[in-house]
T-cell receptor
Framework: RKEVEQDPGPFNVPEGATVAFNCTYS??????FFWYRQDCRKEPKLLMS???SGNEDGRFTAQLNRASQYISLLIRDSKLSDSATYLC??????????FGGGTRLMVKP | NAGVMQNPRHLVRRRGQEARLRCSPM?????VYWYRQLPEEGLKFMVY????????ESGMPKERFSAEFPKEGPSILRIQQVVRGDSAAYFC???????????FGDGTRLSIL
């Protein structure tokens, strides 16, 4: 079983749509969680940290459920510029990031 | 305030040659990490360094790969006697401390002929 499981997609959505991504992780000792986005052949960029209480940054909302070992990302009012691969990531006690394979989002006009 | 700087952006080597990849962390960051992304795959951790120390190299292949982060100068990832399977994007990240978000450089795309 992969340490971080994500649906690879692609998710094809029209502009303005709301889209949700989920991921599950297997390491219950994971400490910190993040969503990164990666554009084609570019470096991963930190999108947001993820907390059990849920956190929101503009059109983006992230949620962590430790009991179910499940993380979600909600994007409201999708823009063309949101097209990218979204990476579910956790930081373990050894300070290394473990990445999911990513979920590809394509926002169409 | 410059971000994480990696060079070269692209590197082409023939089988058997050596590849040297450089990474300068963000100002104020003393923790450096190297990750590798093989074609069509996710990023995989390779090594974690602080100044002059290797903290964790559990993701490094046992042979041909080495990394350092000297007191002065950038971190270097060195691959000796490269093979076709080493072709990948190598990303460096840095953070100001442990348990802090890591910020990535643009990466070095290594191609082996």
């Amino acid at each position: 079983r992969k340490e971080v499981e994500q649906d690879p997609g692609p998710f094809n959505v029209p502009e303005g749509a709301t889209v949700a991504f989920n991921c599950t992780y297997s390491n219950s000792a994971s400490q910190s969680f993040f969503w990164y986005r990666q554009d084609c052949r570019k470096e991963p960029k930190l999108l947001m940290s993820v907390y059990s209480s849920g956190n929101e940054d503009g059109r983006f909302t992230a949620q962590l459920n430790r009991a179910s070992q499940y993380i979600s990302l909600l994007i409201r009012d999708s823009k063309l510029s949101d097209s990218a691969t979204y990476l579910c990531v956790y930081l373990n006690a050894g300070n290394m990031l473990t990445f999911g394979g990513g979920t590809r989002l394509m926002v169409k006009p | 305030n410059a971000g994480v700087m990696q060079n070269p952006r692209h590197l082409v080597r023939r089988r058997g040659q050596e590849a040297r990849l450089r990474c300068s962390p963000m100002k104020g960051h003393s923790h450096v990490y190297w990750y590798r992304q093989l074609p069509e795959e996710g990023l995989k951790f390779m090594v974690y360094l602080q100044k002059e120390n290797i903290i964790d190299e559990s993701g490094m292949p046992k042979e041909r790969f080495s990394a350092e982060f000297p007191k002065e100068g950038p971190s270097i990832l060195r691959i000796q006697q490269v093979v076709r399977g080493d072709s990948a994007a190598y990303f460096c990240a840095s953070s100001p401390g442990s348990d802090q978000p890591q910020h990535f450089g643009d990466g070095t795309r290594l191609s082996i002929l």
